[in-house]
Each structure stands twice: as C-alpha cells, then as structure tokens.
C-alpha cells in the first residue's frame, strides 16, 4: 500500500468510527405512538401465524377472556376464531359458520366464560362457548315493526349486563339497540335514525360503562355522527359525546378509561386514515395512537386527523391485564392484529 | 480495516431495520374555497411531535429546507400550494395540493346541462360564485353528471380577448369520480351566428389516483374575441377495466368555472 492509497483508506476509516456512535444513537430512536400517560411502542409482528395454515379476512374484534387467551373474530370461514396467548402464539381455532363474523362480546356467566358473535351475513347474534359450541340464536326482532324483512336487520355488536340482559346494536341495519333478557325475551328497543339527538347513525359499538359504579350507563357509537351517545340501561338518552371526524367502532372500557379503533376520519374517507383513541373517565381525550396530539376548545375536541400511518382501518381494540393493547383491523391486506405495550 | 468497517455497517443496518419506521400522513390542507377575488388565505393542520410542515408556493415538491409551517398563510395570486410533512423518526408524508385560483372576466350567467338530482343547486351562480375546490363531492359546491354530455354556455358581461378558459374538476375514482375524456370549447361568432371550436383536447385514464381537485385550463389555439362560450364535457364512458367500476358509466363533477 503507498502512502496516497493508505491515506484514502484510514480516513474513510475514521469517518466511518467517528459517524458510528451517532448513527446507533439515530437508530435506537424508536417510534413511541399516543400521548400523555398513554402511549405505546408497537410490534407489528405480534401474530405467529401463518397466512396459509390460519389466513384471516377481516379482524373484527378482538377479547381476552378469564384464563387470560386473547380471542380473535374474523369473517373468514377456515377459522373464524382465533385463540391466541399473549406472545402471540396460538392455543386453538374454530368456526367455519360464520362468513359474516363481525361483533364479538365476552361475557363471564356465573363464572363461565360465554362468547357473542354477531353475524352480518347471517342477520343474527349467536351465543358460543369460548370454543364453539352454539347455546343460543338471536334473530331479527319481529317486536320491532321497522323490520319488513330479517335482511334489514344487521347487528354489528351486542353488550350484556351484569344481570345478563343482552343489548344488541343494528349497526349496519336500522341502528336500533334491543333489549332481551338473558334468555332472549324481547324486552324493550331504542335509538334508531331520526334528527334528535337521542337517534343514532350506524350504531357500529356498544358497551356498558360501569366506571361509575352508582350510575352505569350504556355508551353507543353513532359512527357516521362520530360520535358516542349515551343512554341508561333502559334507554333514555342522556348526551352525546362529540368525536369530530372520529368514525369510532366500538367502545372498550378497561380500568379507569375507554378505548376506540377509528376506523377513518371524515375529511379522509377511503384513504386508510384511521388511528385509535383513548377517552379519560370524563369521556376526554387523552390519546390518539397514530393521530394527532388532543387539543381542546370550549369543550369540545379539535377535529381529529391521522398523523402516522401506522393503522389503516383499525376496526377494534382490546386491552389484556397488562394494560396491552391489541388491534384488529378490517380491509387492511388482511394483516393479524398488531400488539402495542405500555410506556412508562 | 476494510472487514471490521463492512462488520460495523453490517450491524447498523441490522439495527436500523430491526426499527419499525412509518410514514407521516399527509397533512390536512385547510380553506374557505379555491377560488377568490382579491385574497383568500390557507391553514394546515398537523399536530405530531417531532414532525413539521414544509410547503412551496412555486408548484415544486417542498423538501426540508421550504417554508415551514407555523400560521396561516394568505394567498393573494394565481398559487399552487404544495405540503409535506417530515419528521427524523417518520418518512415524510406523501404531498397536499391546492391550486388557489383568481376571479376571471366578468361573467353574465352561465347555463348548463341538468345535474343529477343529488348533486344539484338552486344557484343560479353555482359556477362562478367563488366558491368551491372541496374534495367533498357532497359538500353542495359541486354539480354532478352521470349523463353522456355535459354542456355550460358562458354568457360574459361585454366583448373579451378570451385566453384560457378553466374549469374546476374533482377526480376521485374511488367514488367512480373521473376527469372528462375529452373537453371541447367552442365560442360565438357574431358576423356568422355560430358557435366555431377554439380548442378540443383529450385526456387518457391508465391509473388511479389519490383524491384531487383539478383546475384544468383550456387555452384557445388562436386569439377570439367574444362575449359567449360554450364548454362540453364528455364523461369517461365506459370506466375502464383496471378499476372496479369497469364498464359502467363515470361520474363527472365541476364546480367552478373562469374565464381568462
């Protein structure tokens, strides 16, 4: 080597070392996603399956049940569930009924965990096992004279009371909620379309809040309104919780907070704009998983918008008891659920 | 050396791909309309920490070191606005556009072709009344056709040297929205009392593309001098194969039209 060439390499050397701990430094940067005290890192790759052996459609829903599994509901008939543990291996698989899965409820019955499926396709609520033993049908409500025929009547989600009433939300059908008893007498129905504020606009989710112990209420998307509306649990409408731009699916109470996939925002309709967001126990928000930073003005939230493109239809969220989150997303290349872990 | 710097490379590169990087949304353009008389001004709304907002006034593809965002911007001439978000952690964002357009000739009326029930208006100015350039189809700015001909008659206020004439287009195919196959102008000649072609122009579909306004300008081939127009809009007829309307008829949607 003569000094010219020797020369040429030592510095390309140099500046390589010099550069280096600057670009480990740049590397290590990773993408925390959410604010305040919610925010989250990401694995994307949280699903250990594979695509031919266990493929998905759409991920509609997600629950964890009592022995701590993580439940996955899908429309596609090979496996429409999906039981996973929390590293995300799976533990088992079932269902070949149900082409149009879409709502999925855990509900734990005299300490039995029982599943209920909503089915697009099939116009009807199904009552599982946690693994796939039908115990009950619910079909179109011929109490509810709106109905002229079952294919109008398209549940998307159901929520059960502690006492086991079943309310079930016509989100894709008329947006009326019903009301059965756990055995599946009709009881009472509310909601539907209208111009007052009491009427909903693709009642896609439902759950009970129970944060406040002394006064549960039912907490209703009116996903197109964006939006959630809030009734009692026999059906008087108390207010609205206003989401601007927010298609909000369902909602998810876990601990002292609710949580929402946004499937899209208004201005962004079609462009795989969504984000998830995560309301304070005065139905404030306090993040946006991939959205932008909250922001308030006389009460009411700023128009909320997609920041990163981390989601693109991210159709549900469900929480572990380790404050995880996972998120199933409907239309997006049929991805598994992605996993986002708490940072402190 | 040479083996323990390719060793050293080897493993950041290992590194930074083990690091999951996202892509910025593209921010959110906001404004009263497209068009205006005097000025008008534009905001953008993008709230991510360790992002900003570069924008360009000049057409060009803004890149880190453009004009950054921070308030509202006013407009005060003939402006393609061009948005892009960057952030160290993110790859930037794909780009917003708005084309601002300034009030043409003074215009009379206009008469045009009957929309389709739903995507109609009372205003008799609907055309030129300043208003429009939304990417929402039914925000009530927009007049849409589903029909094989689209005409406009522009009646202008007095004799005028017409240049260009623009007309405001939406294109979001996702929604069977296209762009006119062709676009015809014609203008009134008052010695012979006929309408004479002053431009024909055809457009080619082979791509979706994101949803967009699109001010297209028709430019005369030689000078006229007149005071009526005439504009026919074919519509993509039938919606061409690769899309998952194929074979049906497109919709056409306008909202504004100016006279330079």
Redesign the interface.
Known sequence: MNRKQFIKHSSITAAGLLCAPAIIGAAKQETILGHNNKRYRINTKWSQLNAAQYPVKDCHEMVQDQQGRIILLTNETKNNVLIYDKSGKLINSWGHDYPGAHGLTLFSENGTDVMFICDNELHQVIKTTTDGKQLMKLNNPKEVNAYSKAEEYIPTETAIAPNGDIYVADGYGKDFIIQYDYKGNYIRHFGGRGTGDEYLMNAHGICIDDRDKSNPCLVVSSRQQNAFKRYTLDGTYINTIALPGAWVCRPVIKGDYLYAAVLQTNARQGEQSGFVLILDKNYKVVSNIGGNLPAYNNGLPDEMYQTIKVFQYPHDVCIDDEENLYVAQWNSGRVYPYKLSPVQ | ??R??IY??FH?AL??HS????????P?LKYESAFFKDSTSFSI?????G?EVRYTLNGKEPTVNDLLYSKPVKITKQTLVKVK?FG???LPSATAEIEFVKDGKAIAGMEFSKPHEQYSSSKKDILFDNAGGS?QFRNGTWLGYNIDTVEVLIHLQKQEQINTVLVDLLQDE??WIFLPQQIQLYYYDEQQKVFVQAADEQQLFEQQV??RTVSKKVTVKRKVKTNKLKLVLLPVKPIPDWHTGKGNHAWLFIDEIKVY
């Open positions: 050396m040479k323990l710097l050293l490379l950041l590194q930074a690091q999951q990087v996202f892509q910025l949304a593209t959110m709304q993008f709230n991510q920490p992002a978000a160290k952690n993110f990417l996702g929604s994101p949803r």
